[in-house]
């Protein structure tokens, strides 16, 4: 069973840059394909990017085109969203999200794993 | 275009059914999947791939899509069913659409 489990809540001034970190238990990285949601503070689900096994490349969301990347680090299945250049509406909660059920190597586009989310804001 | 529509809120009576909509051009050509999330929480896929729900959500839920349009539907709407109702789809260039979200309320 998969278990996602995000780093601690963030404080960041506008203009700098905020590292979001996903650890996968229960599973290996390398076979899951991680989605990177946020949600904004009474709005609803923005989704950003993901990682396609299938053509072996991140597709991102073209509202965070040049501003996000993601990463992940296989040796400690652990996946990683960077959110550049942060300003006052980047304050969210981003969650790490996956499906714990499919076959390795294909890209899902619906979760049925999330993580609890990590907080950022963004304040001077 | 490239977006997902849904009612901003909709309310039922305990017991009774409830239908939540979603409308966009790429539920012409892909499936869409259900989540529902409460305050404070994080979302829960309800319903993947127009009518599959995962293990554990009650057979109370259900899915169905024609056209354009994307319906949830909750035969018996429990208390617990309260919360905001959000559809999701891909789009031709493989990024995943959410919709705005329906808060349902359970009266």
């Known amino acids: 069973q998969v278990h996602l489990v995000q780093s601690g809540p963030e404080v960041k001034k506008p203009g700098a840059s905020v590292k979001v970190s996903c650890k996968v238990s229960g599973y290996t990285l390398t076979d899951l394909s991680i989605h990177w949601v946020r949600q904004a503070p009474g709005k609803g689900l923005e989704w950003m990017a993901a990682f396609d096994p299938e053509d072996d490349k991140t597709i991102y969301a073209q509202d965070f085109q040049g501003r996000v990347t993601t990463t992940e680090d296989t040796s400690t299945d652990t996946a990683y969203m960077e959110l550049s250049s942060l300003r006052s509406e980047d304050t969210a909660i981003y969650y790490c999200?996956?499906?714990?059920?499919?076959?390795?190597?294909?890209?899902?586009?619906?979760?049925?794993?999330w993580g609890i989310g990590t907080t950022v804001i963004v304040s001077s | 275009s490239s977006e997902l529509t849904q009612d901003p809120a909709v309310s039922v009576a305990l017991g009774q059914t409830v239908r939540i909509s979603c409308q966009g051009d790429?539920?012409?050509?892909?499936?869409a999947s259900w989540y529902r999330q409460r305050p404070g929480q994080a979302p829960i896929l309800v319903i993947y791939?127009?009518?599959s729900r995962p293990s554990g959500i009650p057979d109370r839920f259900s899915g169905t899509s024609s056209g354009t349009t994307a319906s949830l539907t909750i035969t018996g709407a429990q208390a617990e069913d309260e919360g905001d109702y959000f559809c999701?789809?891909?789009?031709?260039?493989?990024?995943?659409?959410f919709g705005g979200g329906t808060k349902l309320t359970v009266l």
């Open positions: 999200s996956t499906f714990g059920g499919g076959s390795s190597g294909y890209f899902y586009h619906y979760m049925d794993v």
């Open positions: 999701s789809s891909r789009d031709s260039t493989n990024t995943v659409l």
């Open positions: 790429s539920l012409r050509s892909y499936t």
């Open positions: 791939r127009r009518d």
